[in-house]
């Protein structure tokens, strides 16, 4: 996510409620994605994923560490950080958040742009995030009050574009260094390198 915009890019206000990206963490139905979607991968909802340790004489890995687990207590472990109606109250928290503060009147369209590659796999992607986030968001409402919008560009854009900020949402991965995650966790999610494509968080600190 990019909460501060960028010169191309005016600042989205939902994108900076925390429980906005509350909501979209728990509207994702990590299981099913990597069973249908993007398979054969493996359901994580945490940066660090079950093949990485935290170095080469471990034989467990972080995320099956009981330091591991309890982290991410509280983030709907046993559906691997899926809880569609968690996700629905975060966003109506958000949505009435953002009426309080004039960002938005009362029945509004929310609208996010998700900027990505323009290939078929991620596509196939897109359009099932789509549909998953915009089916809770807009649950029980009269009319749909949130929408995704689909921004597909060259990957020479692409990689503009994350540098420079001009995005509101995209997604990017990390692999390696798997029997030394706190390196590579370090390296890639951290405001001092190159690698961070979210805007806005300062972690160096």
Same mark, same amino acid.
């Given at each position: 996510?990019?909460?501060?915009?960028?010169?191309?890019?005016?600042?989205?206000?939902?994108?900076?409620?925390?429980? *906005?990206?509350? =909501? *979209?963490?728990?509207?994702?139905?990590? /299981?099913?994605?990597? =069973? /249908?979607?993007?398979?054969?991968?493996?359901?994580? @909802?945490?940066?660090?994923?079950? +093949?990485?340790?935290?170095?080469? @004489?471990?034989?467990?890995?972080?995320?099956?560490?009981?330091?591991?687990?309890?982290?991410?207590?509280?983030? =709907?472990?046993?559906?691997?950080?899926?809880?569609?109606?968690?996700?629905?109250?975060? *966003? %109506?928290?958000?949505?009435? =958040?953002?009426?309080?503060? %004039?960002?938005?009147?009362?029945?509004?369209? +929310?609208?996010?742009?998700?900027?990505? @590659?323009?290939?078929?796999?991620?596509?196939?992607?897109?359009?099932? +995030?789509? @549909?998953?986030?915009?089916?809770?968001?807009?649950?029980?409402?009269?009319?749909?009050?949130?929408?995704?919008?689909?921004?597909?560009?060259?990957?020479?854009?692409?990689?503009?574009?994350?540098?420079?900020?001009?995005?509101?949402?995209?997604?990017?991965?990390?692999?390696?260094?798997?029997?030394?995650?706190?390196?590579?966790?370090?390296?890639?999610?951290?405001?001092?390198? %190159?690698?961070?494509?979210?805007?806005?968080? %300062?972690?160096?600190?």
């Amino acid at each position: 996510f990019n909460i501060e915009g960028s010169d191309q890019y005016e600042l989205n206000p939902i994108l900076t409620n925390a429980d *906005f990206r509350q =909501a *979209f963490y728990f509207a994702i139905d990590r /299981e099913t994605f990597s =069973a /249908e979607v993007r398979a054969p991968s493996l359901p994580t @909802y945490g940066f660090l994923g079950p +093949v990485y340790l935290s170095t080469e @004489y471990n034989f467990v890995s972080y995320r099956g560490s009981q330091p591991g687990q309890d982290v991410l207590n509280g983030l =709907a472990p046993d559906t691997f950080g899926y809880d569609p109606i968690q996700a629905k109250e975060y *966003f %109506d928290d958000a949505y009435d =958040a953002a009426v309080l503060a %004039d960002d938005i009147q009362e029945g509004d369209m +929310v609208s996010v742009e998700f900027k990505f @590659y323009d290939v078929e796999t991620n596509w196939q992607m897109a359009n099932w +995030v789509k @549909y998953t986030v915009e089916t809770i968001f807009n649950t029980g409402e009269t009319t749909p009050i949130f929408t995704l919008e689909h921004a597909p560009v060259s990957s020479a854009a692409l990689n503009q574009a994350w540098d420079n900020g001009d995005f509101e949402m995209t997604f990017g991965g990390w692999q390696g260094l798997n029997f030394d995650a706190p390196s590579m966790l370090g390296q890639v999610y951290n405001t001092a390198f %190159d690698y961070m494509l979210e805007k806005g968080f %300062d972690t160096q600190i």
